[in-house]
């Protein structure tokens, strides 16, 4: 029994920073869902160049689906070089579709959109636990290659987001906010990628880490299930793609068609 308070100060001395960047991922989940809402809409109306900016990065830094992507993509990278390298990828990728995307006006639903993206989410854990060898037989596809297309795909993601705003008419001014709202999103990325590496980096030098990564991947890859469920909950309940409604509203459709809030009898306060 003597031995017990030890136990839990050391554990607590190497799962201070797992639990930390646990944290850091998790907080975008408790909050509302990245979409550009009505007051973000209002504002933009007469909002400036350093308004887009601003909202690009609170956009991906509130992007619970990209951060955990590239939590998994950065976990297992120790040199600054395999950092940059991997994260120009990515980020190449999501500058051509969010740009290119925007500026021409293709979009799609975007609930469809977010769940391939969270698919990406699991992919990227499968991966990283090894999933290709021990349950494929195969080799893990070419990395790179897999970041780019993924990063495509969540430039396709910010695009269908950013194309509720009101871009305007007038095509360079468009291109304008469009190029000030993702060098938002790179500003919010490399803010969340300087925590994340910090606190990987910090991990990696206790015992915890080796213990628990694999652990950490099935988290990563059941957050990823999560948002998947989520959005596809999210597009079989909602018959507008370009609305945003809070969950009591998106259900309270429910409640009226089975008229539960008149299924209490106020004859029975008097018994």
């Known amino acids: 029994m003597n031995s017990l308070p030890a ?10 920073p797992g639990l930390a960047l646990c944290l850091t991922l998790l907080t ?47 976990f297992f990278l120790t040199t600054f070089k395999d950092v940059a390298k991997f994260v120009t990828v990515f980020t190449l990728g999501h500058c051509l579709t969010l740009v290119f995307a925007t ?16 698919l990406s989410v699991m992919y990227k854990a499968f991966d990283n636990n090894g999933g290709f060898q021990k349950h494929l037989g195969m080799a893990s596809p070419n990395l790179l ?15 269908t ?40 980096a910090v991990w990696r030098q206790r015992p915890s880490f080796a213990r628990f990564s694999f652990a950490a ?13 989520m959005q596809l909950h999210g597009y079989s309940h909602d018959s507008d793609p370009d609305s945003f409604r809070f969950p009591e509203q998106e259900h309270r459709h429910l409640h009226e068609d089975m008229d539960v809030e008149k299924t209490v009898d106020p004859d029975r306060n008097t018994l």
């Open 7 to 16: 136990f839990w100060r050391r554990l607590a001395a190497h799962a201070l």
């Open 103 to 118: 500026f021409y006006g293709i979009t799609w639903n975007y609930y469809l959109i977010d769940a391939v993206i969270a």
């Open 161 to 200: 987001r950013l194309q509720q705003l009101p871009l305007g008419d007038d095509s360079t001014a468009m291109l304008l906010r469009i190029l000030s709202f993702n060098l938002g999103v790179e500003i919010g990325q490399i803010a969340a990628l300087t925590v994340m590496v910090a606190l990987l």
């Open 217 to 229: 991947n099935q988290l990563l890859m059941y957050l990823g299930a999560l948002l998947l469920l």
């Open 28 to 74: 975008p989940l408790l909050a509302d869902a990245h979409g550009i809402s009505a007051e973000d809409r209002e504002r933009m109306l007469s909002g400036g160049y350093v308004q887009y900016i601003g909202l690009g990065a609170t956009h991906m830094l509130t992007g619970h689906d990209h951060l955990l992507f590239l939590f998994g993509v950065v």
């Open 145 to 159: 290659a897999a970041v780019f297309g993924f990063g495509l795909l969540h430039g396709f993601g910010l695009s």
